[in-house]
């Protein structure tokens, strides 16, 4: 059998569609051989049912059946082909013993086996292979280099080598299991399944290196604002400690001289109401003694002496007016105190203010969006567009902070203007570059069906198309009727839902980009982890009416800061 064997070449057991050797080989009626699965998808996808080779026509498309004597004469080529690298690999299986294969027979010393025999399911020495040469019948056996466990290659209700591999269920074959209950199933020949699935483990822990990588960049990210939060915590503290200490300072102070002017303006009152009431006092004894003279006048009978003894001036004695005198001390209490209360009242709600932010982050809801989105635009940068950018059919407003789509004819100008402006996509650029620094703008867009924003690289490509991917040079979010995109991520939806103002933030340094709607202070998309090596330039396109009627602008107005 052996020698038999030796006569047939890999050419004949070579389908001529897939060029590999048959997996459950058939006949057509012409006479030609093919694998099934290689016909039949071949036939799937022709109009003419006929012959790859010979071309001839079948009117109706043949039943095949799987050619039993192919299929046994292919099942044993390949056992003939087998070898340690390519399908078993032998270095992983073999004996431990050196990397050996030891005879199964020899029952003192083993020895090292010279063949293992596929029907036996045996590996033999030199001596007790012998009978495999000699016998008739197990010459007509399958003979290979000897191989470790080969009960475990062979199938375990056929008792034939493991030589297939179906894709559906993920399982080894041999012949007889692919003709019989693996019909209609996508089966290859063990060899092409390890390479495959071999390249497949590689392009997989190429994947899993990636993540690694990126997880690790991620730790390390992660790492650093730690330290950067760590810092910015403790100059937080050192900061609010002494602020509040230098608080409490200008209270305490302010408590001290309160006592101390009330102190004095109490006894600055106090001594002037003793010396009124010391000269109230004196006048009325005065009064009381100008009452004795009146009455002693009053009481003379004789009219001379009455005469001569009434006085010649007033009879009343020199007094003051009370008019001219009040004291309103109540009245300047009442004042100050209701100063006091007021001041003191303010302060308390600043206090409550400053309690309810400490206790908003010690419970974990953190910093609230509106309060970051305020923190953002404190970066706001005045923006306005470059029309030498400007794609011909863009119009923008005599102020340069507007611009929007014209559907008149300006492709004349492509040829004539200037080299900076873009000419496919209808984007224009801001007029300022940033570089080491943040920045952040806010473009109304209103209820536009489709836009771009974003910010691009000063080197962006301006003439012809702008090829969609992460190296493009161009940061930006694209809306389309409902949903948003990355211009870098063709139809990867990152937000849902419109939005009629949108904000900008650029932290060069940082390496982010971030996109928030402004109405509800909710972040659109942010961009990690970029490298920017030039200048970064404001970055919009009003596009076209693809979508619906889209010809109102985009508008750069000013930062919405609502609390």
Known sequence: MASSNSLLTEQQFLCPICLDVFARPVSTPCGHNFCMSCISCYWDDTPACQCPICKETFERRPDLKVNTFISELASQFMSLQVTDAHIWGMEQQQASCGGTVLCDICTDTQQEAVKSCLECLTSYCDAHLEPHHRAAGLRRHTLVDPLAGLVDRTCKEHTRLLMLFCRNDKVLLCDVCASSCHVNHNVTPVQQAYKEMKALLGDTEAKVQQMIQE?????????????????????????????????????????????????????????????????????????????????????????????????????????M????????????????????????????????????????????????????????????????????????LLILSDDRKQVKYSMGSGLWAIQNLNPNMFTEHLAVLGQRGFSSRRFYFEVFVGG????????????????????????????????????????????????????????????????????????????????????????????????????????????????????
């Open 448 to 563: 536009k069906t489709e836009w771009c924003l974003g910010v691009a690289m000063a080197s962006v490509q301006r003439r012809g198309a702008l090829v969609r991917g992460p190296r493009c040079g161009l940061w930006a979010i694209w809306f389309l009727e409902d949903k948003f995109e990355t211009f870098s991520s063709p139809n990867v939806p990152v937000h849902l839902g419109k939005v009629e103002r949108v904000g900008v933030f650029v932290d060069y340094n940082g390496g982010q980009i971030s996109f928030y709607d402004v109405q509800t202070a909710t972040l659109i998309y942010l961009f990690t982890e970029c490298c920017f090596t030039e200048e970064l330039y404001p970055y919009f396109n009003p596009c076209d009416n693809e979508y619906g009627s889209n010809l109102d602008p985009m508008i750069i107005v000013p930062a919405s800061r609502t609390e």
């Open 321 to 392: 007016d009370l008019a001219t005198f009040s004291f309103n001390r109540h009245v300047e209490i009442l004042h100050i105190q209701k100063s006091l209360s007021e001041s003191v009242s303010h302060l308390r709600m600043s206090l409550n203010k400053m309690n309810t932010e400490i206790k908003k982050f010690s419970d974990g809801t953190g910093v609230s969006n509106n309060t970051m989105l305020r923190y953002l635009q404190q970066y706001e940068a005045n923006i306005v567009l470059d029309p030498d950018t400007a794609h011909p």
């Open 215 to 319: 997880r690790l960049q991620k730790v390390q990210a992660v790492k650093e604002s730690v330290k950067q939060s760590e810092v910015e915590t403790e100059d937080v503290i050192a900061n609010g400690v002494q602020d509040l200490e230098a608080l409490v300072s200008e209270i305490q102070k302010s408590q001290t001289e309160l006592v101390k002017v009330m102190e004095k303006k109490q006894k600055a009152a106090q001594e002037q109401a003793d010396g009124f009431i010391s000269d109230i006092e004196q006048e009325i004894t005065e009064l009381q003694r100008t009452t004795m003279k009146l009455r002693e006048l009053k009481q003379t009978e004789d009219q001379l002496c009455f005469l001569q003894s009434f006085p010649n001036s007033s009879l009343l004695p020199h007094t």
